[in-house]
């Protein structure tokens, strides 16, 4: 059974930090994309960073700077760092698991992944 959890979500302050965990299993890790997304209160679904098979990362220009991707391909766990936290940066997060012929889609293509977790609440006071 294909299984991803996210973890690490939480409150906290403007200017904080928070690091989200994605625990996979059930296929092969090192052979998909893994990619953070975000959808926050009345906001559509958007990529956040993406981290391919051969270990590039992307991001959105709204955390460039802010947020790293990691990948532990020992423990099939991808992490999201995030740092300097802002109001607007609320949302529940979710990874995905996918499959793409052209890495750099991997941001803006949503319909690209093939397994998704159930989010985690990102909340982030003034």
């Known amino acids: 059974e294909v299984q991803l959890v996210e973890s690490g979500g939480g409150l906290v302050q403007a200017g904080g930090s928070l690091r989200l965990s994605c625990a996979a299993s059930?296929?092969?890790?090192?052979?998909?994309?893994i990619g953070w997304f975000r959808q926050g209160p009345g906001k559509e679904r958007e990529g956040v960073s993406c981290i391919t098979t051969y270990g590039r990362s992307y991001y959105a220009d709204s955390v460039k700077g802010r947020l790293t991707i990691s990948s532990d391909n020992a423990k099939n766990t991808v992490y999201l760092q995030m740092n300097s936290l802002k109001p607007e940066d609320t949302a529940v997060y979710y990874c995905?698991?996918?499959?793409?012929?052209?890495?750099?889609?991997?941001?803006?293509?949503?319909?690209?992944?093939?397994?998704w977790g159930q989010g985690t609440q990102v909340t982030v006071s003034s």
């Open positions: 995905a698991a996918g499959e793409f012929a052209f890495e750099g889609l991997c941001l803006t293509r949503a319909n690209g992944y093939a397994y």
């Open positions: 059930g296929f092969t890790f090192d052979e998909y994309t």
